[in-house]
């Protein structure tokens, strides 16, 4: 399955933005998806996950209750919504997938798309 992000951009904090996740190429509906980020100089993070039929998610604490997972399976979609935007979400977004497991470490991803920067001002 291919995969790309899109929607970044720059926003004030305290403002709100929606990231889109697209696949194409397997039915999207048997992937188990998750939302990254990596701000610069520093690792990778865990954001959101959202099971392959929509029925449970997971939130890292650092965005629980401003961020939202969701998916359209007939539309090969997954969005996040970000609400309450701070500077420190300001990172590279980056949606992954993989057929095995609901919130698994990021190595167990196997298919990654491109990143979308978001910036968030002060």
């Known amino acids: 399955v291919q995969l790309q992000a899109f929607g970044g951009g720059l926003v004030q904090a305290g403002g709100c933005l929606k990231l889109?996740?697209?696949?194409?190429?397997?039915?999207?509906?048997?992937?188990?998806v998750g939302w990254f980020r990596q701000a610069p100089g520093n690792e990778r993070e865990f954001v959101a996950a959202?099971?392959?039929?929509?029925?449970?998610?997971y939130y890292a604490d650092s965005v629980k209750g401003r961020f939202t997972i969701s998916r359209d399976n007939a539309k090969n979609a997954v969005a996040l919504q970000m609400n309450s935007l701070k500077p420190e979400d300001t990172a590279v977004y980056s949606c992954?997938?993989?057929?095995?497991?609901?919130?698994?470490?990021?190595?167990?991803?196997?298919?990654w798309g491109q990143g979308t920067l978001v910036t968030v001002s002060s």
């Open positions: 992954a997938a993989n057929g095995r497991m609901f919130n698994p470490p990021a190595s167990y991803y196997g298919y």
């Open positions: 889109s996740c697209a696949a194409s190429g397997r039915p999207f509906s048997s992937y188990h």
């Open positions: 959202i099971s392959s039929t929509g029925s449970r998610t």
